[in-house]
Every structure is written in C-alpha cells, then in structure tokens.
C-alpha cells in the first residue's frame, strides 16, 4: 500500500509540473454484494475497497467524480466523493463518448468509477492506444490517466 501511494505521489508531482494536466483516476466498482436483483450495492468486503480507495486518494487533489446510474458505482465512489466535499456526476453507463468528452474538458483532478466491460472503450476515447483488458474478478485497478498531448497510462493495483 505504501509504495502505491509513493508512485501515485510521483506520478501526481510530475502532472503538477507539466501544467497541472488533469489525471483522472479510472476504477471499477469494487465487489458486489450477492443479491437477486440486477443492480446490487457493495459487499462488505466492497466497502472496504472503496474506503481503501478514499485514503488512497485523499491528497490526489480530487475536483470531480463520475458514476453511473448503478449502486455499485455510487457506493464505490461516495467515501472518496464525500472526502472531497463533492456531489458524484451520474452519467450513463452507455454514455462512453459523452463521459470522455466530459473528462477531456476537465480542468481538475478526477475519479470516474465505470464498470469492466465499458472502462476499455472510455480508454480508447481517452486517447490511450494500449488495449485495456480487465478480468471478471480484479477489483483492485486503478488506472490513472494524464491527460497530456498524448495521454499516458499508469496502471496500478491496490488490495487492501
């Protein structure tokens, strides 16, 4: 965990320095609760990922935080969100290429909290030429995008 925030530091001194260019923190939402329904909150062990997230993210100078319509997205990102002081944006899921060019007109920090098989595509429309490919059960990515003239791609794990 230490040496996630080290490089998440690293990585947000570097963006600082080269004109405040915004990244943009992409995650999954974290593990979902066994239900019948086909819109589930997070399991317990969920909770925890998304407050693991909140800390993770706690100095990363957060200014805007983008959800789906889904519960599992909101939960995931409202400790973040509410560490923040912000009210999540809900964009649809389906809505990829409105959410990049809301994400490409950003002039801060922000979490976008999407889903496994839509996060490849936001990528793409991001700019990022390396092809995503999330597994089913990894709920421990954080891609996080700088969107510089080309956008740049760190991707990084945090279990907890």
Known sequence: MRH??????????????????????I??????????????????????RAKALARILKDSQITTVFVTEFKR???TAAPTAKEAHLTPIVVPATEIA???????????????????NT???????????????IPEEDYSEIFAVSL?????????????
């Open 119 to 133: 996060i490849p595509d936001l990528m793409k429309a991001l700019g990022i030429a390396t092809p995503v490919v």
């Open 73 to 75: 997205t909101q939960e």
């Open 148 to 160: 510089f003239d080309p956008p740049q791609l760190l991707r990084l794990h945090y279990p907890f």
């Open 98 to 116: 409105g959410l990049a060019a809301k994400v490409r007109a950003l002039n801060g920090n922000a979490l976008v909290v999407g889903h496994g």
């Open 4 to 25: 996630l925030i080290q490089i998440l530091c690293i990585s947000l001194s570097l963006a600082a320095a080269a004109d405040a260019t915004p990244i943009v923190f």
């Open 27 to 48: 995650v999954r939402p974290a593990e979902k609760a066994v239900t019948e329904g086909t819109d589930p909150g997070l399991s317990a062990a969920g909770q925890n």
